[in-house]
């Protein structure tokens, strides 16, 4: 029997579960011994997101589950009473027993998720022009602005003297509100002369709250923003594509 076990359920559910649950309803769970992995998607395909939790798998073998309904798992999974739990991994369904609580999550079978065409290894060995640190109140800050911004959906990043400023608007049209406020005091490398824009709809996706401080490192040339966080023991890594200026 092939069990695997989680330590901190609240932990896995708001850490890990719940931000790849923003992307899309459907992912690939990879099991490794001491590791879950997911690489998943947004519907649009504008950002990626690769998650990482610890966990204890009593197997050597690599195992894959198919997520049909993420947020339902979420659902179940908040019902148990215990801190720690384990689930036994059957052949076409995950399965729970313990303490009066019972139930049977089915899996979809192979080849119904795709998982996106992208390397997070090579994307961590990428040359990047800029980085820097966001901190979850300057993002609040912007998150707040963007009340004001109704008329677009587009986030600038850009960079003014030595401070990484967003701004929220549309440089395309004639008119348009616009909100502009810091969001980094710092930056290493090649300054943003030309401001990057991207989908802020997409930028609302990343799962921000819990994080103190955010990384971000910007190749210009390709329009590529990879976006690095922790939360407790999950780790996540977001890529984003730039839209087309």
């Known amino acids: 029997m092939i069990t695997l076990s989680i330590e901190n359920r609240s932990e896995f559910i708001t850490g890990f579960l ?11 769970l990879k099991l490794s011994k001491d590791q879950i992995t997911a690489t998943l998607a947004a519907a649009d395909s504008t950002i990626v997101c690769n998650a990482s939790y610890p966990c204890l798998l009593n197997a ?20 148990i ?19 009066r609580y019972k139930f049977k999550f089915h899996l979809l079978d192979d080849g119904i998720i795709k998982i996106p065409s992208i390397n997070i290894e090579k994307i961590n060995t990428l040359e990047f022009d800029t980085t820097f640190n966001i ?23 850009y960079t003014e003297d030595s401070c990484i400023l967003g701004e929220l608007g549309d440089k395309s049209r004639h008119n348009t509100d616009n909100f502009i406020c810091t969001v980094s005091e710092s930056f290493n490398g090649k300054a943003v002369e030309k401001p990057l824009p991207i989908n802020f709809e997409t930028f609302r996706l990343i799962s921000f709250t819990g994080s103190k401080e955010i990384n971000f490192r910007i190749n210009q040339k390709m329009g590529v923003i990879c976006c690095k966080l922790s939360k407790g023991p999950t780790s996540l890594i977001y890529i984003i594509s730039a839209l087309i200026n």
Do not use: Q
Request: contains cysteine; glycine residues 2%; neutral net charge.
């Open 60 to 79: 050597d073998a690599n195992i894959s589950l198919n997520i049909p309904d993420i947020k339902k798992l979420i659902r179940v999974l908040s019902i």
């Open 18 to 28: 719940g931000p790849i649950s923003n992307l899309n309803d459907k992912c690939i």
């Open 81 to 99: 009473p215990d801190k720690d739990f384990e689930i036994i991994i059957n052949t076409n369904n995950i399965s729970y027993s313990k303490n």
């Open 135 to 157: 901190h979850e109140k300057d993002l609040s800050t912007l998150f707040k602005g963007s009340a004001f911004t109704t008329e677009t959906n587009k986030l600038y990043l």
